[in-house]
């Protein structure tokens, strides 16, 4: 595995920054203690422009190579916040805030990008200017629609964009990818219904909200059973449903929430419209009324197929193209990377984590055997695409 010797020499020193993040977790926007430690590093690194405060508590630095006569300029992008859930590792650098951890790897990430910062600031050797880009509100707070929004693609002219992220079950050492969608829209599902409330002993008093649900997730499953092509993908997920304080009372309403997963604009569409009709249709039969909000959230995170190639043929560089996989089947996950994609070309990539529990679980642990292989791709990556 041809790591670049420079970068396994930092191996350590980067553990360590990884490790002091994952003790100190923070979430969505408020990851100011983690922003803070980026930026310090990048200053301290030489970067030529440190700014933060980009997408709220975002953090990009900018790195010019030796020479700067090709005007190239490429992204990289990692996610700095963690997840509300109480840590079950027993590692000796857990966390130290109860119910928060680094349950996704966005520690890894950080330390890994870091990594390639101080090694492109030390060595320079491409001809252009390499962006770093610290992202906050991954989980859910769509941190980085907030950072392109704010300017931050045009403010520093950036023309291609590249993520990474872990992956438990691949191998450390092997990356995966494709073109097109590779990861999912993630939308937002809500509905409010309104019946007539009473007494549980007479029920034909009422309009019982609670066998309107009922009926309401079940009918819903009908969609991707019966209206999406059994050939596409289309994932529609009640998880949550709330009615009632008492149990011989019959509530006045009932509120139901989920999730909704495609990897086509018109499976999309096909969602979002059958969604509205079965709720309020539903309601309706049974004399009940319903709102129904669908939440369009992150978009698809759909590869271009330029940028694809050259990632894998990077990945290729750093790991072998016997271990990277060029036609990774799509997941039902979200990532907010794809509203950079949508804004610049890019690729993102997965990097494998080896046996580990899954991401958003107790006892996930990013692998600090993956963090030369990160670097090195980050690294190779940007003097490839930008040779000096």
Not at 43 to 52: I, Q, R, S, T
Not at 288 to 313: C, G, L, M, V, W
Request: glycine share 12%; net charge negative; with cysteine.
């Amino acid at each position: 595995m041809p790591i670049v010797n420079r970068i396994a020499g930092m191996h350590d020193e980067i553990t360590a920054w990884r490790r002091d993040l994952h003790e100190n977790p923070e979430l969505l926007y408020d990851v100011h203690r983690t922003a803070g430690v980026v930026a310090e590093k990048l200053k301290a690194f030489g970067c030529d422009e440190v700014v933060p405060g980009i997408g709220r508590t975002g953090v990009v630095g900018v790195i010019k190579g030796r020479k700067s006569g090709s005007g190239k300029v490429i992204g990289m992008r990692a996610d700095m916040d963690a997840l509300p859930i109480l840590e079950d590792t027993g590692l000796a650098y857990a966390s130290k805030v109860p119910g928060k951890m680094h349950a996704c790897g966005h520690d890894g990430h950080t330390a890994m990008l870091l990594g390639a910062a101080k090694y492109l600031c030390e060595t320079r050797n491409f001809d252009g200017t390499a962006i770093v880009i610290f992202q906050p509100a991954e989980e859910g707070g769509a941190g980085g629609k907030a950072m392109v929004e704010d300017g931050m693609m045009d403010r520093w002219n950036i023309q291609e964009v590249y993520g990474m992220h872990n992956r438990p079950g691949m191998p450390v050492g092997a990356f995966g990818l494709r073109p097109g969608p590779l990861m999912a829209a993630s939308d937002r599902l809500y509905v409010l219904i309104h019946g007539k409330g009473g007494h549980a002993a007479y029920p034909h008093k009422s309009i019982d909200p609670v066998l309107v649900g009922a009926h309401t997730i079940v009918a819903l499953q009908s969609i991707v059973a019966r209206t999406i092509d059994p050939l596409k993908s289309g994932i529609i997920s009640m998880c949550m449903f709330h009615a009632g304080n008492a149990g011989n009372v019959i509530p006045a309403t009932a509120e139901l929430t989920g999730t909704a997963r495609s990897l086509d604009p018109d499976v999309r569409d096909q969602l979002e419209q059958r969604f509205v009709e079965i709720c309020e249709g539903t309601a309706r039969v049974f004399g009940a009324s319903a709102k129904a909000t669908y939440k369009r959230d992150y978009p698809i995170t759909s590869n271009h197929p330029r940028q694809t190639e050259f990632a894998a043929a990077i990945a290729g560089q750093v790991v072998g193209a016997g271990n990277v996989d060029t036609d990774l089947a799509p997941v039902m996950g979200g990532e907010d990377f794809s509203f950079m994609l949508e804004a610049r070309p890019g690729a993102f990539i997965f990097v494998g984590n080896g046996d580990t529990a899954n991401v958003h679980h107790p006892a996930y642990n990013f692998n600090d055997n993956v963090i030369p292989v990160g670097v090195s791709y980050w690294a190779r990556l940007v003097e490839t695409a930008m040779p000096a």
